[in-house]
């Protein structure tokens, strides 16, 4: 144990004395940059976090789970249960819509439209889609299909999956191209067709990578506001049908609670904006102990 520890003092003594100085001071200047990037990004974040859990941590009860909406917003009691489970049926039905699309839709502009025209239009149009903001995305699917079809959850879904689109089928491409091309050459010289080698080499290789996008594309669907006031309605009571009859989310029940003057309403929000959080953050660990699990099959 000594001897390791001479040693490693020994190299530390050769690496400091063998660097020049400036470059010594320009690693610790880079170091502290660093750090302090990563406080001035952590600190926001853990302020908002504690302070949505400070504030709405006193709602969640076990009627705040089950119980319909109230029928006054500015008297206390009621729960959340419909907007919950609107959430999660909303969120969950987009998310079905969008992944294997954007997924298909990422292995397309990589593995075979490489650099053609169909190729470029498809990664320019993806990045417009991008930018687009969310209430243009809400207007869009309710001219489409919510005049035509009436208020419904398939039709927060449409609009949620559209702009979660985008955003798989970029991170999904940059995934892709982090596979070595040493992995499918190697699958190919085994005799392997094109396709087993992209679903036994190159999705499980990029697999970490592409639930990281499909999570972030998850978590800003769940929080978006906008294109639901204009698809699924508003709704008291727990409404499972997806295409007959409005429902409800946490995100719209954020805003119409947080803008009233009541301070029962005001609770609800803080307690909904909460719920929505430790929902997001749930589905995120589950992705990542999916995705632990997949890498370390594959490794083996």
Not at 92 to 113: F, K, R
Not at 263 to 276: C, D, I, N, V
């Amino acid at each position: 144990m000594n001897d390791l520890i001479e040693r490693t003092d020994t190299g530390e003594l050769l690496l400091r004395d063998t660097t020049r100085r400036s470059r010594r001071v320009r690693n610790r200047l880079a170091s502290i940059w660093m750090t302090g990037s990563l406080i001035v990004a952590v600190v926001p974040l853990a302020l908002v976090i504690g302070y949505v859990l400070v504030k709405g941590i006193g709602q969640l009860t076990p009627d705040w789970f089950t119980k319909d909406l109230p029928a006054v917003t500015r008297k206390a009691g009621g729960g959340m249960g419909p907007a919950i489970v609107g959430t999660l049926l909303i969120t969950l039905t987009a998310a079905v819509m969008a992944v294997p699309l954007g997924i298909l839709g990422a292995i397309y502009l990589h593995e075979y439209g490489g650099r053609g025209r169909v190729a470029r239009l498809i990664r320019f149009m993806a990045d417009v889609m991008t930018g687009v903001p969310s209430i243009v995305m809400g207007l869009f699917v309710y001219t489409v299909w919510t005049i035509a079809h009436g208020l419904s959850a398939f039709g927060g879904a449409l609009a949620l999956a559209c702009l979660m689109l985008p955003i798989i089928i970029r991170t999904t491409e940059e995934m892709l191209k982090l596979v070595p091309d040493e992995l499918r050459l190697a699958s190919y010289a085994l005799g392997n067709r094109k396709w087993r080698t992209i679903v036994t080499v190159v999705l499980p290789a990029s697999f970490g990578g592409i639930t990281s996008g499909v999570m972030l594309a998850i978590a800003r669907a769940a929080g978006e506001t906008a294109p639901l006031v204009f698809t699924i309605g508003a709704a008291r009571k727990l409404n499972l049908s997806i295409f007959d009859g409005p429902t409800t989310s946490l995100s719209v029940q954020i805003f119409g609670n947080a803008q009233t003057p009541f301070e029962a309403a005001q609770a609800r929000a803080w307690g909904a904006a909460l719920t929505l959080v430790a929902i997001v953050f749930i589905l995120t660990i589950l992705a990542r102990v999916v995705s632990a699990a997949v890498a370390r099959r594959h490794n083996a």
